[in-house]
């Protein structure tokens, strides 16, 4: 079984690519609505919670922990790699492939203000867009629409156009946050046709794949069990709004 979780329902994009590229396998998605979003809240208190996350979905048969968050795995990957007996998956934003393919040297990058302030991130940047001009932008209204499930309305068209504006000559847009796929239509529209969005969903779910093959993981049913620690209720109509289904939803506590 393979392990999932996020801050809250971004992550479901991931579990969606994982679940694209192998089908079999039994899937475990948590998102920690408790305490979403990560973006804005400290380091140490991200890293307590992604442990948490962790600890819980290996407790669950978990063979693999997907970090289905930029925000946590800049802030926790290398501990939960310490500290989990299993392989875990991180992620984090395009930079290099949107570097590769920007025609005018101009790239954005939408993601949390965790994400883009960590040190993974100016790492990226500098190893691999020293002569590229980054627009980093910040967008946590972004992910508290997409928590909504407001994925396609007027609102959140508005706020994607305001963010947009901060990078008018960029050819390149990178998605830099698990929550921001379901909202492609609507970046798309506003940044016009002859811009590339870059979503590292698919690359993650590669290399999950690559790790499953590695330690033998068998195939399962399919299945996929979702958990949040917040209110199921109140969560399952946006959940259902960016899987393009309703899920069974149970709700869990977790304490750090």
Known sequence: MIGIFDSGLGGLTVT??????MPHADLIYLADSAYCPYGPRPVEEIRARALACGRWLVDQG???VVV????????????????????VVGMEPGVKPAV????????????TSGTLA???????????????E????????????????????????????????????????????THFPPLTPLISACAGPAVTIIDTGP?????TARVAERIGLPDGSGALRCYTTGDPQAI????ANVWGEALPLIGVEIPS
């Open 236 to 239: 399952a109509p946006a959940l």
């Open 203 to 207: 690359a993650v779910a590669a290399q």
């Open 134 to 177: 980054v627009y980093a932008l910040a967008c946590p209204d972004l992910v508290e629409q997409v928590e909504a499930g407001a994925i396609s309305d007027e609102q959140t068209r508005m706020l994607i156009a305001g963010h947009l504006a901060a990078a008018p000559d960029a050819d390149v847009i990178v998605l830099g946050c």
């Open 16 to 21: 969606r690519a994982i679940h694209d590229r």
């Open 68 to 87: 289905a968050c930029n925000t946590a795995t800049a802030a926790a990957i290398e501990l939960l790699r310490r500290e989990l007996p299993v392989p």
């Open 118 to 132: 960590s040190d993974r991130f100016r790492a990226l940047v500098n190893a691999y867009a020293a002569d590229v």
């Open 100 to 111: 590769a393919a920007t025609r005018r040297g101009k790239v954005a990058v939408m993601a």
């Open 62 to 64: 978990a063979r693999i």
